[in-house]
């Protein structure tokens, strides 16, 4: 089992090898939102492949312990330990999955933070300026 997921890993990782990313797309919370519907999927949009492949893996072991510890509380129904790990690991995945869009949509909305920190010098900035009651 742990070669499986090793792999799948794997494989993940290697798409993000190579590639390189448009900066003229703009990423926005609400899409990132969507597509973090799939495990993963926020941060595929975003561009962090590693990320996404953390969080398919971390997942994927979640829901494959939980499913193993149910079908193992099914056939020692007297051993209340598989219940308690199957229920541990279903929340482990539910959190992940959270944490998956949460971050997805953190991290779109954060995207341009960079771009305008880096293009924005003090010399630019006119802090004595007088503002005008109509906001200009």
């Given at each position: 089992m742990i070669h499986k997921i090793l792999l799948m890993f794997l494989i993940i990782i290697s798409f993000s090898i190579g590639?390189?990313?448009?900066?003229t797309i703009v990423k926005t919370p609400?899409?990132?939102a969507l597509w973090s519907i799939l495990p993963g999927g926020g941060q595929i949009y975003n561009g962090k492949y590693l990320?996404?492949?953390?969080?398919?893996?971390l997942e994927s072991l979640a829901i494959g312990q939980s499913v193993e510890n149910g079908k193992?509380?099914?056939?020692?129904?007297?051993?209340?330990?598989?219940?308690?790990?199957r229920n541990?690991?279903?929340?482990?995945?539910?959190?992940?999955?959270?944490?998956?869009?949460?971050?997805a949509v953190v991290d779109?909305?954060?995207?341009?933070?960079?771009?305008?920190m880096e293009n924005?010098?003090?010399?630019?900035?006119?802090?004595?300026?007088?503002?005008?009651?109509?906001?200009?």
């Open positions: 590639q390189e990313l448009d900066s609400k899409k990132a990320k996404a492949g953390i969080i398919i893996t193992n509380y099914e056939i020692n129904n007297s051993n209340d330990t598989y219940l308690q790990n541990k690991f279903a929340w482990w995945a539910f959190f992940v999955h959270i944490y998956g869009m949460l971050d779109s909305h954060m995207k341009p933070f960079g771009k305008i924005e010098s003090p010399e630019e900035i006119n802090l004595d300026r007088e503002v005008e009651p109509n906001g200009e």
